[in-house]
């Protein structure tokens, strides 16, 4: 019988990596109430080319992000989802796949794309990915992941 790899605690606020981006150290809320994750991203839009295929353009973060450097970023695989919003509206949105690094380990889930700049944080890590990483939230605490990953260095 395979072993499970035991709980880690997060706290309710993380620094996380999305390596495939090439973001480091983006706020996030971890919000046990949200299934998926959520990212800020600007400028959404599919565009079609000649064959057909269609690809998701946007922006990710904003301007105060440290790390922001207004490249627009293209997405092959999307799904366009509803995703019920924290006062309960349903709002379609764009769901992408991403890599995110907690822990100094990568785990692949799903994110939807939305305008979160009247929000705190620009990432929103939810249910999804905390049962995936088997991860349990101490609300007392912050940037354990990140903490963790300083001093394994």
Same mark, same amino acid.
């Given at each position: 019988?395979?072993?499970?790899? %035991?709980?880690?605690?997060?706290?309710?606020?993380?620094?996380?990596?999305? %390596?495939?981006?090439?973001?480091?150290?983006?706020?996030?809320? $971890?919000?046990?109430?949200?299934?998926?994750?959520?990212?800020?991203?600007?400028?959404?839009? $599919?565009?079609?080319?000649?064959?057909?295929?269609?690809?998701?353009?946007?922006?990710?973060?904003? %301007?105060?992000?440290?790390?922001?450097?207004?490249?627009?970023?293209?997405?092959?695989?999307?799904?366009?989802?509803?995703?019920?919003?924290?006062?309960?509206?349903?709002?379609?949105? !764009? $769901?992408?796949?991403?890599?995110?690094?907690?822990?100094?380990?990568?785990?692949?889930?799903?994110?939807?794309?939305?305008?979160?700049?009247?929000?705190? !944080? %620009?990432?929103?890590?939810?249910?999804?990915?905390?049962?995936?990483?088997?991860?349990?939230?101490?609300?007392?605490?912050?940037? $354990?992941? !990140?903490?963790?990953?300083?001093?394994?260095?």
């Amino acid at each position: 019988m395979k072993q499970r790899a %035991p709980k880690r605690t997060v706290g309710r606020r993380e620094l996380v990596d999305f %390596p495939k981006f090439q973001l480091w150290g983006v706020e996030a809320k $971890v919000d046990t109430g949200a299934y998926t994750g959520a990212i800020h991203c600007s400028n959404i839009h $599919v565009e079609t080319d000649a064959a057909g295929r269609q690809r998701l353009h946007v922006q990710l973060l904003d %301007p105060s992000h440290p790390n922001f450097d207004g490249s627009p970023m293209q997405f092959e695989e999307f799904t366009l989802r509803d995703i019920r919003s924290s006062n309960g509206e349903v709002q379609e949105r !764009y $769901v992408i796949r991403a890599s995110i690094r907690l822990f100094g380990e990568d785990f692949e889930t799903e994110f939807s794309l939305s305008d979160r700049s009247d929000m705190r !944080y %620009p990432v929103l890590l939810g249910r999804v990915l905390l049962r995936q990483a088997r991860l349990v939230v101490d609300v007392a605490r912050r940037n $354990v992941s !990140y903490k963790n990953q300083l001093a394994a260095r």
